[in-house]
């Protein structure tokens, strides 16, 4: 409609001219069509990495985006920004799909080197956020790698920081998983519960084991396997044989992520040993077989 409009200003005036007998000015063709400059293309909105949000977010609306500096509160904070360039489709990746695979193997490569650490060893989590869909159809091709400290490993809820992650798992940091005490019901953990490694505790992270590539059904159905991998986890952290006799030296606790986390390109296991007949007081890194005697 604007553009109907505007067309018959121009042959009005046009007419109005002729009537009055006007000459056109100097320097000007007598057609004013042509003088209008032309639109430029429109602009795409892109969010800023190293900036820090009040809330997290899963979609990027626009209309939510407040960044903030580090140093005041936030719950989120967005470590790098990547372009889906190769995306097709009128909708954002959806979970599984390669392109979403492909921001989050970016995502995890930018957050472990800007972290310091890999972030499945502490009480951090990632999300891979993308455009809104009125966004993506507008030509956002974007990605935004947010980090965000969780409450604790059973209870994965933001908390709130007023300073940066960044370099945050360089050297020790009270956010890397250490050791705990699990409260159990049969076979299954209710909540592990964070201890210094020197109180009395029965569990402690030993490192990440990558499951191999399958579905996620066939990951759930085969949990000896998660079992098995955590068990080399604990021989490599603890300094003992990984034999047939692991087994009774030591027990396994093990955290998988999430199905939409796997279907995306994570499938790295947070591995924890389990004593269950007595308890330490001290770390077993490096502790060897007299730390864990075969029982």
Same mark, same amino acid.
């Given at each position: 409609?604007?553009?109907?409009? %505007? ?132 030509? $956002? ?11 604790? %490993? ?39 519960? $964070? ?25 759930? $159905? ?74």
């Amino acid at each position: 409609m604007r553009r109907r409009w %505007l067309t018959g200003v121009a042959l009005g005036v046009v007419v109005a001219l002729a009537a009055t007998g006007c000459t056109r000015p100097a320097g000007t063709d007598g057609d004013l069509v042509d003088d209008w400059a032309s639109m430029a293309a429109p602009a795409v909105f892109t969010p800023d990495s190293g900036v820090c949000h009040g809330q997290p977010q899963e979609v990027g609306y626009l209309s939510a985006y407040a960044p903030v500096d580090c140093a005041q509160p936030h719950r989120a904070e967005t470590l790098h920004v990547g372009a889906l360039t190769d995306a097709t489709g009128a909708r954002p990746p959806a979970v599984g799909s390669k392109a979403m695979r492909t921001a989050f193997g970016e995502c995890d490569r930018q957050a472990r080197t800007t972290l310091g650490g890999d972030w499945r060893g502490a009480r951090i989590g990632l999300t891979v956020v993308l455009p809104s869909p009125q966004a993506w159809t507008g030509g $956002a091709r974007w990605f935004r790698c947010d980090v965000h400290e969780l409450r604790t %490993l059973d209870t994965p809820v933001p908390v709130r920081r007023t300073a940066s992650l960044a370099g945050e798992l360089d050297g020790s940091s009270p956010l890397r998983h250490g050791c705990f005490n699990a409260r159990t019901e049969g076979d299954e953990v209710i909540e592990m519960i $964070a201890v210094r490694c020197t109180a009395r505790h029965r569990a402690e992270f030993v490192g990440l084991w990558r499951a191999p590539k399958s579905s996620w059904s066939e990951f759930l $159905a085969k949990p000896a396997r998660a079992h098995s991998g955590c068990r080399s986890a604990v021989a490599r952290y603890a300094k003992v044989p990984d034999d047939g006799n692991l087994q009774y030296r030591v027990g396994t606790i093990f955290y998988h992520p999430s199905e939409g986390e796997w279907r995306s390109g994570n499938r790295s296991v947070q591995c924890f040993l389990w004593i269950s007949d007595r308890t330490l007081t001290r770390s077993v890194k490096g502790a060897g077989t007299r730390a864990l005697p075969i029982g």
